[in-house]
């Protein structure tokens, strides 16, 4: 998720960024609540009540860390919208591409600077998260240290691309109760056999979604051992990509395969930073809107496409 997980897609109306802003404030994105609390004061304002006959809300383990596989759908997602199983039923080979990634998460981290708490990687093994207007086919990660957040690039990246840039001084990983956040959502519910419990978003004409689903019953990571603590755990991350081509991804879904409650290793996760970031790295120019001085002016009277840098605080349910 950051943002992935990551990284919220909330829901956003097109509505245009305030004029004469910092560099700072052109990189914290509207997240519903999950990531900061831009368009969220007072708090409850971002929180969806569980209404009668809903069930509760599941919540991370303190850390925990999973692989997982990564849907992008370009075809027939209109008949078969997420959540999806593995491979996504309704669907063939033709109407998605496949890759891999793995996710690290820490609610106990705290940064050397203590700006925030928490700690979130997110790894995408050769094809990046595909919500940017742009191609995909490098490998990538997403970094929260506390508030700050931090986009990585390696060996394979585009040329004239810089290995880390600063993506978001706002942008902390999701609480271990971020799904308040989310709205359940009874008929997505009914995917996977009814064996999930779905929350999720479409807000704005354009739809945008973003979604988890969670297993209905709580399993542990160690079914052989009797002791082992059971809680419900996540089956799926599913969100809004870019519908520009590239990346041509309407829908996005990182179905995870091996979630388990463990201490990421920070030599392999956090320490990343430390390692690939000069002191002060750039800020990101990922989305349209963040470095405009880089971008020509859009057309007039050409609306952009449905992107989450666009994400309007005023438009929630």
Not at 90 to 119: C, E, F, H, I
Not at 171 to 193: C, E, M, V, W
Request: glycine share 6%; charged share 20%.
């Amino acid at each position: 998720m950051l943002l992935l997980s990551l990284l919220f897609a909330g829901a956003a109306a097109q509505a245009a960024r305030p004029p004469a802003q910092t560099p700072a404030q052109r990189h914290i994105y509207y997240t519903g609540g999950v990531h900061n609390d831009l368009g969220c004061l007072p708090p409850t304002r971002c929180v969806y009540p569980r209404k009668p006959g809903e069930p509760g809300d599941p919540l991370y383990p303190e850390q925990w860390v999973s692989t997982w596989t990564m849907y992008r759908v370009f075809a027939r997602y209109d008949a078969f919208p997420p959540p999806y199983a593995s491979p996504p039923a309704g669907l063939t080979p033709a109407d998605y591409q496949v890759s891999y990634g793995a996710s690290y998460y820490d609610a106990n981290y705290v940064p050397k600077d203590r700006d925030g708490s928490g700690a979130m990687m997110e790894y995408y093994d050769r094809y990046c998260l595909p919500i940017f207007p742009a191609a995909n086919d490098f490998s990538c990660a997403f970094v929260s240290l506390g508030n700050k957040a931090y986009f990585l690039r390696y060996a394979d990246r585009p040329r004239d691309t810089p290995q880390c840039c600063r993506f978001s001084p706002q942008n902390h990983p999701p609480r271990r109760d971020f799904i308040k956040h989310l709205p359940y959502d009874a008929q997505r519910s009914t995917h996977l056999g009814g064996l999930v419990q779905a929350y999720a978003r479409e807000v704005g004409p354009q739809k945008i979604l973003f979604g988890y689903a969670f297993w209905k019953d709580e399993t542990s990571d160690d079914p052989a051992d009797p002791t082992a603590p059971k809680y419900r755990h996540p089956q799926s991350f599913f969100f809004s990509g870019s519908p520009t081509d590239p990346p041509n991804a309407p829908v996005v879904s990182q179905n995870y395969t091996s979630f388990r409650a463990q201490r990421p290793d920070p030599a392999h996760t956090w320490d990343q930073v430390a390692e690939l970031c000069p002191a002060e790295p750039q800020w990101c120019c990922l989305f349209p809107d963040d470095c405009p001085a880089d971008t020509d002016a859009a057309p007039q009277g050409v609306p952009e496409p449905a992107s989450w840098s666009t994400m309007n605080p005023e438009v929630r349910r």
